[in-house]
Nanobody, 115 residues
Framework: QVQLVESGGGLVQPGGSLRLSCAAS????????MGWYRQAPGKQREMVAT???????IYADSVKGRFTISRDNAKSTVALQMNNLKPEDTAVYFC?????????WGQGIQVTVSS
């Protein structure tokens, strides 16, 4: 099992920045891809960014150039730096980790972009 705990969400004005962090614990030694997903009210959960232990980082088109995902394998953490935030980025953000074909999720953290 892998436990994921997110932090860093909150309320920010349009154009502002936030940094989300996710700490993994438990059986993290064989975690492969980690990432961030989000779900806005009335919408399906969507991928924001994913980062494998080694390999290609993937971003959703809607966040390219504004968001940056990073990972510290030694500390089993993944972060999402979000710049130039827009109202449409408002959502609950979920940390995700995949281990041996099984997906694990954090509890989610609210990000609200509003003036």
């Amino acid at each position: 099992q892998v436990q994921l705990v997110e932090s860093g969400g909150g309320l920010v004005q349009p154009g502002g920045s936030l940094r989300l962090s996710c700490a993994a614990s438990g059986s993290t030694f064989s975690v492969d891809t980690m990432g961030w997903y989000r779900q806005a009210p009335g919408k399906q959960r969507e991928m924001v960014a994913t980062i494998p232990r080694a390999g290609l980082i993937i971003y959703a088109d809607s966040v390219k150039g504004r968001f940056t995902i990073s990972r510290d394998n030694a500390k089993s953490t993944v972060a999402l730096q979000m710049n130039n935030l827009k109202p449409e980025d408002t959502a609950v953000y979920f940390c995700n980790a995949k281990r041996l074909g099984v997906a694990f999720w954090g509890q989610g953290i609210q990000v609200t972009v509003s003036s």
